[in-house]
């Protein structure tokens, strides 16, 4: 009996077949996308199976083993788990870019929890995912048989986004694997856009104008992608090895302790498993400064915090944990999809070709079905039309016939109708014979005749589909942009520039005593009048103060100067951006500075500045000038910008051209103007020489640059302010004394002098306390007065607080006036880029750098200097004025003008003179003139209206000295060698 037939085959050859079969199986219908929908089988089918069940964004949802048995019993005959699971996948926010599947329940989480089973969650389509099977029913997309012949399923969805550089894909086929990262959506549309604009110059574009577009991939999960030269890779050849390192911070701690903060983890990364290897590290002693470590993740955000121990190095163990843990990762690029059912490596350019190609071929197809159904449409339109034209006959010929067939025959004999026509004719209601109802069926017909002749011509020319697609893709941008996730920093040397990721935007840089520093728009304090109290500007830790509030763009570099005489360089963009009432973040995250060093310096140095040199000054009086190009190249562990004396510090740094004055103002009022050149330009290790000659106890304030046309603004700890001609500040010899700028008869009163800036009369400047309050106010409504005044209170302060920064606003324009001479950024000075002036100065060490950026514009000079006591006082024609009136009426109402010019809180007098605030001791007597070298001395009052006398104590900014002396300064400049007597007891009149 024959049992069978048996065959000779070659076990060789039938295994290569069958193992051949295998691979193609796996690979066209398990493990990868496909270029167009990006989308493998399984996935299509989830997403299939639940359109086909209306399950829609805006519909309830529905259990997920329904929808998994419809799969199952529909489309993919294989295990619910991988059904599950691949739908699971797509609901995940830290597995998608932009999740496909709406789920509810329990999905998941990045510390790698399984899902909830599939009878507890609940899942319906998401928004985005309907833009993919949109226009599916319009023959948009071939349809082949289901696993039992009973039904048909997509072969490809229309997909109206690139889902699979949205999303990416991962998976592993028989000798091949796929790996392909998410993107951001505007940035793929924009890239589209471009491909589209130059679509007939295709060949020529190149990965470097892609790239203008698409900066690199976005991972849902964040983090910073470290170089660039692996994404270039990617995009050119479709392969390319990514670097990807967690977002961490430094924060302080109590007992001067310090914590490393973890916010982001690279794509992929589980964080419970990172949080063992972590502690796995410590108990092996390989890493030996971690003190605790806690997961505060929470619904606000991931935490993971690790506290270290005393006196622990937070850059060196945050290196350790990157070297030895997943916060630093590699990702794989391998951009493999299928291409017509053949499995082929992409890159960027190619892959965004075949998407938009597949677009084409969608609207092409869907235009067809639309045209069609529109020609069948005005078709029984026309038929419909020609009944109402002959409506009683039409009813005549229906009335006479014996059957339905019969009447459809009749009419077609008669108007020569189609069968579809005269059916339609005949199912048509009596409702439609009414006057407006014709008027509809004109109108649709009208309607379809241009939908007609729309398709027509979209058919006809490819270029209109092109545009359509792009019109599409602009819709969705709007509808589902976001901002980037993941950060790019380019590596050292690239040629990558990453103001192409940064808008250019004005920011204020604030800086803190104890190190904290961030960033926030420009336009975030609004204008106020002066003698405001101010909105508060940052909630500051305990015992904190401001020390720099800075303007900048978001483009420039910035330069932090130490006390010790080292720099450091950061980019402006790269500085946290915070709330307005933001602590910040310690500066230590952001450069390498040693412990018990202190940032004293902060200055921003816009790109094409026009600035040849620093000036640097020290609190003792040290000076030095050195070539900006010196600094171009800092290293991340900083140089050496200066050498010091022992006891010195470096406290103020200046941008200057080379022909500029510099001024330099001590805290106990003393001021110097010399010419820059009598500094000659030193090298980096240089040590300087001396600036200015001090008292014993006395040190530098502030360093400004003097400018033509401005005036100079000086501002107290004590909220006091005023405004001077920079003309009366006369130019003089360098390391010599200077002249009086201050009342110093007022120091109690007035406080020490924080700093002065360089202003004009249309600036605006932002005054920041200690308490970290800040007021914005315009120069113009600071007063103006002579250089040895008191000046007037500007910012109204609490008890025990104190002016803490002042910073310069206002904008500059770009082109320098003939008397200012060459257009250079310096120190509150000129800018060639037409940006913000900004100078700050801090009471722990005086004044501070300078943002020069300004255009040196010549201030309004029309505005009369306001008098008040002092200027009075050093004036005998005053009185002598007074004296020379005749008439008894006007020379009473002179004196009583001079009086209320001496008054000093701003209040009406009871005869209606005007108290100002401006005016230094009271007075009721005559002014006299002491004369000292030409120049003119401190007015000596009769006691009975003498100033008070000041001591030089209290609570400083910085370390103070008296500086009574009866000595000339060198320059035969007489100083005043009797202090004011104490003022008399306030009189009513």
């Known amino acids: 009996m024959e049992i069978g037939i048996i065959r000779p085959i070659d076990i060789e050859s039938e295994m290569k077949n069958a193992y051949l079969d295998y691979s193609m199986s796996v690979i066209t219908s398990r493990a990868l996308p496909d270029v167009r929908d990006g989308l493998k089988p399984v996935q299509r089918r989830i997403l299939y199976a639940m359109y086909d069940m209306g399950l829609r964004f805006d519909r309830p949802y529905k259990k997920s083993a329904r929808i998994v048995g419809e799969v199952l019993g ?14 699971v996948r797509m609901a995940q926010d830290f597995s998608m870019r932009y999740v496909l599947v709406a789920g509810q329940g329990n999905y998941g989480s990045v510390d790698g929890d399984p899902p909830a089973a599939m009878r507890y969650t609940e899942a319906r389509l998401s928004r985005i995912a309907e833009e993919m099977l949109a226009d599916i029913n319009k023959n948009t997309v071939d349809f082949y048989p289901n696993f039992d012949d009973t039904l048909t ?26 790996n392909i990262p998410p993107h951001n959506l505007n940035e793929i549309a924009d890239a589209c856009i471009y491909l589209i604009d130059n679509w007939d110059q295709m060949e020529e574009i190149g990965v470097e104008q892609l790239m203008k577009f698409v900066h690199g991939p976005d991972f849902p999960t964040g983090a910073t992608i470290m170089g660039l030269e692996g994404i270039r890779n990617a995009y050119a050849t479709g392969r390319g090895r990514i670097i990807l390192r967690a977002k961490a911070h430094i924060e302080d701690m109590k007992g001067n302790r310090q914590r490393i903060v973890v916010t982001e983890l690279p794509y992929q990364v589980n964080k419970a498993t990172l949080i063992e290897r972590i502690a796995d590290l410590v108990r092996n002693k390989k890493i030996d400064t971690i003190g605790d470590l806690r997961d505060e993740s929470d619904r606000r955000g991931m935490s993971v915090v690790i506290e270290l121990k005393r006196g622990a190095n937070p850059k060196t163990t945050l290196n350790q944990l990157l070297k030895h843990t997943q916060l630093q990762t590699t990702f794989g690029v391998n951009t493999l999809a299928l291409v017509d059912g053949e499995p082929k490596v992409l890159p960027l350019k190619r892959a965004l070709e075949l998407w938009i190609e597949h677009r084409r071929e969608v609207i092409r197809r869907r235009s067809e079905y639309d045209l069609e159904r529109a020609r069948q449409r005005a078709h029984i339109l026309e038929g419909l039309r020609i009944a109402l034209e002959h409506l009683d006959e039409v009813i005549q010929i229906i009335r006479q016939s014996q059957t339905r067939d019969s009447a459809r025959n009749n009419l077609v004999k008669r108007f020569k109708l189609s069968d579809i026509q005269a ?29 007609i002749s729309y398709l027509e011509d979209l058919l006809r020319s490819p270029r209109k589909i092109l545009l359509l697609i792009r019109e599409d893709l602009k819709q969705l941008k709007e509808k589902y942009g976001d901002a980037r996730r993941t950060r790019i920093a380019a590596e050292e040397g690239e040629n990558f520039s990453d103001e192409d990721l940064i808008p250019d935007q004005d920011v204020l840089i604030s800086l803190t005593e104890r190190g904290y520093i961030k960033r926030l728009p420009a336009d975030t304090y609004k204008p106020q009048r002066r003698g405001g109290r101010g909105i508060t500007g940052m909630v500051t830790r305990d015992e904190d103060i401001i020390l720099e509030l800075r303007g900048a763009n978001t483009h420039d570099s ?13 980019k402006a963009h790269q500085l946290p951006e915070a709330d307005r009432t933001a602590k910040g973040m310690p500066l230590v995250n952001f450069i390498a500075i040693d412990k018990g060093e202190n940032v004293t310096a902060m200055l921003p140095v816009p790109r094409d500045n026009g600035a040849h040199y620093l000036v640097m000054a020290t609190r003792n009086g040290k000076i030095k000038r050195t070539e900006l190009s010196e600094f171009e190249a800092v290293r991340p562990s900083g140089i050496i910008a200066l050498n010091l004396e022992d006891g010195d510090a470096l406290g103020w740094v200046k941008l200057t051209d080379g022909e500029r004055d510099i001024l330099i103002i001590s805290a106990r009022g003393q001021a110097l103007r010399f010419k820059e050149g009598e500094v000659r330009p030193m090298g980096r290790t240089a040590a300087g020489v001396n600036a200015m000659r001090l008292d014993d106890k006395d040190q530098i304030a502030c360093m400004a640059i003097a400018r033509p ?6 501002v107290t700890r004590h909220g006091f302010a005023k405004r001077t001609s920079i003309d009366e500040y006369p130019t003089k010899g360098r390391a010599t004394g200077g002249v009086r700028t201050i ?18 009369l249309d600036d605006e400047v932002a005054i920041m306390s200690r308490d970290g309050v800040v007021i914005r106010t315009e120069v113009k409504e600071i007063k103006q007065a002579g250089r040895s005044t008191r000046g007037s209170r500007t910012m109204n302060l609490k008890k025990g607080d104190f002016v803490a920064s002042v910073t310069n606003l206002t904008p500059r324009l770009s082109e320098p006036t003939e008397d200012e001479g060459p257009k250079t950024p310096q120190g509150g000075g000129q800018a060639d880029d037409g940006r ?10 005086g004044g501070k750098t300078t943002a020069a950026k300004s255009d040196g514009q010549p201030a309004a000079r029309s505005r009369a200097k306001a008098p008040d006591a002092d200027s009075v006082l050093s004036q005998p024609s005053a009185t002598e004025q007074v004296k020379s009136i005749k008439d008894p009426k006007r020379a009473k109402q002179a004196e009583a003008e001079a009086l209320a010019v001496l008054r000093d809180d701003g209040q009406p007098t009871a005869d209606g003179g005007q108290k100002t605030e401006d005016g230094g001791a009271r007075a009721e007597g005559r002014g006299q003139k002491a004369e000292g070298g030409g120049q003119t001395a401190e007015a000596k009052p009769p006691s009975a209206v003498g100033g008070q006398r000041s001591s030089g104590k209290g609570v400083n900014a910085v370390k103070l000295g008296g500086t009574s002396s009866d000595k000339p300064d060198g320059n035969g400049n007489g100083k005043s060698a009797t202090p ?10």
């Open 423 to 451: 059916q339609a004719i005949l199912d048509m209601q009596l409702g439609r014979l009414a006057a407006l109802e014709r008027k509809k069926i004109e109108d649709e017909y009208k309607e379809v005749i241009q939908l």
């Open 153 to 178: 399923q997509p072969t490809v969805l229309p997909s109206n986004v690139p889902n699979m550089l949205l999303n990416g894909a991962s998976g592993i086929a028989v000798g091949m694997a796929t």
């Open 836 to 845: 913000r002036t900004t100078e700050a100065a801090s009471p722990n060490g």
């Open 558 to 570: 910035v330069l932090f100067f130490t006390d010790r005489g080292r720099v450091f360089q950061i």
């Open 743 to 760: 009342d110093i008869a007022k120091l109690d009163e007035t406080g020490p002098i924080v700093t002065a800036l360089m202003v004009k």
């Open 74 to 87: 529909k489309y993919h005959p294989h295990g619910d788990s991988a059904v599950y699971d691949a739908m």
């Open 980 to 989: 004011p007597a104490k003022p008399a007891p306030k009189k009513s009149r």
């Open 709 to 714: 046309n401005t005036e100079l603004l000086i």
